[in-house]
């Protein structure tokens, strides 16, 4: 590893430990937006600021030229019962960096702004490289990747920096979540009375429960459909409910739309349904895309996600690629690897080489 990865890595590290000691749950991100301005003014790096998105372009930014975007979000969740060191405090030890947010996407995020640095000062690529620190990610929230793409000019290709073990998902599920109403007639559970909702719902829950879609996928399987939720709001053990409801929640793969998993419900369920959004898009990038194929070069693998990240919601070709392991994310004790982030910030340069020279 050369020096200037070296440094880089340094840097990002550094930062890393920043923002771990910052608190940015989805929409409270403010703090750790202002560290990334900070970071880019140390840098000598012009930046702007939507909400709490940051975003800088490459110094010889050309409109003519295609433009690759390098993505990750600093937004966290909100740490787990099971913590049994301060999530908000940064500590390495056996050479892994603890503390929340640092695997999922903090690691990813330092080290896609570590490789923007690298090609800030380059006159010498054909593409422009673009960076965005994104907000709200692990709500799917309406003030994150969605608000800041329209500043970000026309945008060719990307990476989304989440944690894959620098693996390629080339593919990530769609995620739809349906709210449910079974509809049906109070009555008297003694008398034999009513028409009882909760047992209209059942019989839909076991429709979704068995129900097969055929299309299945090499990279994602299988789409699903599970029941996650259900609840009737009669409290009184003999009144037969009147209404009932659930929560479905689908996993799409890329053969299938939105529009035909609904299809499905509208010609199987007695419930009435309702999508509480659809934006979130099952995806896939070719394997022929020349930023696949540079990363097939380097001896990366590639794979499905089962799992979403605002991939969803670019209207360009994206690779989900970075640093530290999903398993991690989410989880007690949350860690990432010091040589993760080296590693992943030479990954990185060598990936973005390929494609833009």
């Known amino acids: 590893m050369n020096n200037s990865v070296e440094q880089l890595s340094e840097k990002a590290i550094a930062l890393l430990k920043e923002l771990i000691s910052t608190p940015s749950f989805s929409k409270e991100e403010n703090d750790t937006a202002e560290l990334i301005t900070q970071f880019f003014t140390d840098n000598n790096v012009p930046f702007a600021r939507v909400g709490n998105n940051v975003y800088a372009k490459n110094l010889h930014y050309d409109v003519s030229k295609p433009s690759v975007l390098l993505n990750s979000h600093h937004d966290t969740v909100k740490p787990n019962k099971g913590y049994t060191l301060d999530p908000f405090t940064p500590v390495v030890k ?43 990610e692990e709500i799917s929230g309406v003030n ?30 769609g995620l739809m979540v349906i709210d449910c109403t079974a509809q049906g007639r109070a009555g008297h559970a003694a008398r034999n009375e009513g028409e009882n909702a909760l047992y209209k719902a059942l019989e839909d829950i076991n429709w979704i429960r068995n129900y097969k879609f055929e299309k299945v996928s090499d990279l994602l399987g299988e789409s699903r459909m599970t029941v996650t939720v259900i609840e009737t709001e009669n409290k009184q053990h003999n009144v037969v409910p009147a209404q009932c409801k659930f929560v479905i929640d689908v996993r799409v793969n890329e053969l299938y739309t939105f529009e035909e998993i609904l299809d499905a419900l509208k010609n199987n369920l007695q419930s009435q349904y309702k999508p509480r959004t659809t934006r979130m898009k099952s995806t896939s990038i070719s394997l022929e895309h020349p930023l696949v194929k540079a990363g097939i070069a380097l001896g990366r693998g590639y794979y499905g996600s089962p799992t979403t990240s605002d991939k969803a919601l670019m209207p360009f070709p994206t690779l989900k690629m970075g640093p530290g392991d999903s398993a991690r994310s989410h989880t007690a004790d949350e860690y990432i690897y010091l040589d993760e982030i080296k590693n992943g910030i030479d990954l990185y340069i060598q990936l973005v080489e390929k494609v833009v020279k």
């Open 144 to 173: 994150g990747i969605e608000l800041v793409l329209p500043y970000l000019g026309n945008i060719d290709f990307g990476i989304v920096g989440e944690p894959t073990k620098m693996e390629m998902a080339v593919a990530e599920r």
């Open 94 to 136: 056996d050479g892994k960096l603890f503390g929340l947010g640092s695997n999922d996407a903090g690691g990813c995020l330092v080290s896609l702004m570590a490789t923007f640095l690298h090609f800030y000062n380059r006159k010498d690529i054909n593409h422009n490289v673009v960076f965005a620190a994104s907000a709200e």
